[in-house]
């Protein structure tokens, strides 16, 4: 049945399309509402606006339902590699043996980075925070690799994006700390070979621990997507301009550097180190979180859409604890964020705002568990986001009713007024 919305205005009265998807959530299709009506919508945030319709993840914020592709983010995290996640967000369905294998073949051929671009980053600023020199390496691989116009030129570059932003990140790394950089090697898995370029020196050789490797395995899992969120709605919005995958990817990471967005997890971290050093206690920060004329906020708890606890806050947090109780690891800011947590949840004010844990609140701890630097945390948000930012490019650059992306505005400046001379005014 078609349903539909009538809306009066001044007299007039217009019938609006309502669009249901597959789980049952419904929109109105605004498409004709100006040309109609003259009217346009107004909604700071986007908050009650969708922007597409999309195949690739399905959010239920009231009950913290999180799939990809209909496959519960839960089962992905307990079974699947990162490899396997990332191709069944792009390609819409897990890989089996053979595409598995081809997949991996081609991560592998393309996880080397053109050796003129070490110059970039030995000349990069210092101080440079690693997210502004990741947007601008990403940006720069055009340069290196223009052949975008085919169909199989683009699959290609989609593989070689995911398999080479993740030996920059390491490569980065190594760079600023003087150390020599170490190349991938095909007979490591992609989150081993990250871990071995990370850390493996020619004195200390890297031990790669099946526990570390699993905790980033998972952590990637939990953040390989989640809908049209400020990162990937920069990408859809760049990418609209039908500008090249790797300046629509470089906005992405921009967008994410936000420490109301993926920055959240480094935010965190430093919260939660003021707070442990004497910051005033978790007690103090709770307070100060709802102190309305404090712009401190409570860093990793909120969400736009989870008014529930983020189901990937639940795996975050047993996953850290797995990860420190095998390597026998005391974290004391892991005591600080359940002290926290415990406190919040009882909080009036943050039931009353349905505040609960997102993914960046453990996350942090299971990073700094695993050997990652604090300034590095959203770069490893970002290489896990990197097969959902690249999934719904792919699904707007295909999609034959898209267009360019230009929003509307309401003017509420000056009415119009002539030109005044310098001398008269
Ligand atoms: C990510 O969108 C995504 O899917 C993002 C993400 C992804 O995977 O891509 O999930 C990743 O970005 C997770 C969020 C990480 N950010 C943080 O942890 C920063 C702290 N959180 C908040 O800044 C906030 O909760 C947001 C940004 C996450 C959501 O903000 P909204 O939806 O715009 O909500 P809001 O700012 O309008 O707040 C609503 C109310 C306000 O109080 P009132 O004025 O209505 O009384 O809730 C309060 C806010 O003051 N509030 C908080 C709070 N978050 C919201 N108060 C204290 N501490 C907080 N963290």
Known sequence: MNKTVTLTYEGKQIELPVVTGSEGEEAIDISRLRAETGLITLDPGYVNTGSCLSAITFMNGEKGILRYRGIPVEQLAEHSSFKETAYLLINGHLPNRDELTQFSVMLNDHSLVHTDMKAFYQNYPRASHPMGIL???????????????????????MTRLLAKVRTMAAMSYKISRGHELVLPRPDLTFCENFLNMMFDTPVTPYEIKREVVNALRVFWILHADHEQNCSTSSVRMVGSARVNLYAAI?????????????????????????????????????????????????????????????????????????????????????????????????????????????????????????????????????????????????????DPNWKIARPRQIYNGETEYAYVPIHAR
């Open 250 to 398: 470089s906005s992405g990471i921009a967008a994410l550097w936000g420490p109301l967005h993926g920055g959240a997890n480094q935010a965190v971290i430093e919260m939660l180190t003021e707070i442990q050093t004497g910051g005033g206690g978790y007690k103090k920060a709770i307070e100060r979180a709802k102190d309305k004329k404090d712009p401190f906020r409570l860093m990793g708890f909120g969400h736009r859409v989870y008014k529930t606890y983020d189901p990937r806050a639940k795996i975050m947090k047993k996953t850290c604890d797995e990860l420190l109780e095998s390597l026998r690891l005391e974290d004391p800011l892991l005591d600080v964020a359940k002290k926290l947590e415990e406190t919040a949840l009882s909080d009036q004010y943050f039931i009353d705002h349905n505040l609960y844990p997102n993914v960046d609140f453990y996350s942090g701890i299971v990073l700094r568990a695993i050997g990652i630097p604090t300034n590095m945390f959203t770069v490893m948000f970002a290489l896990g986001r990197l097969p959902g930012w690249i999934a719904q490019w792919k699904e707007s650059k295909d």
């Open 135 to 157: 947007s601008s390496m990403v940006n720069a691989l055009r340069s290196f690799y223009p052949a975008l116009d085919t169909e199989e030129q683009i699959d290609i570059a």
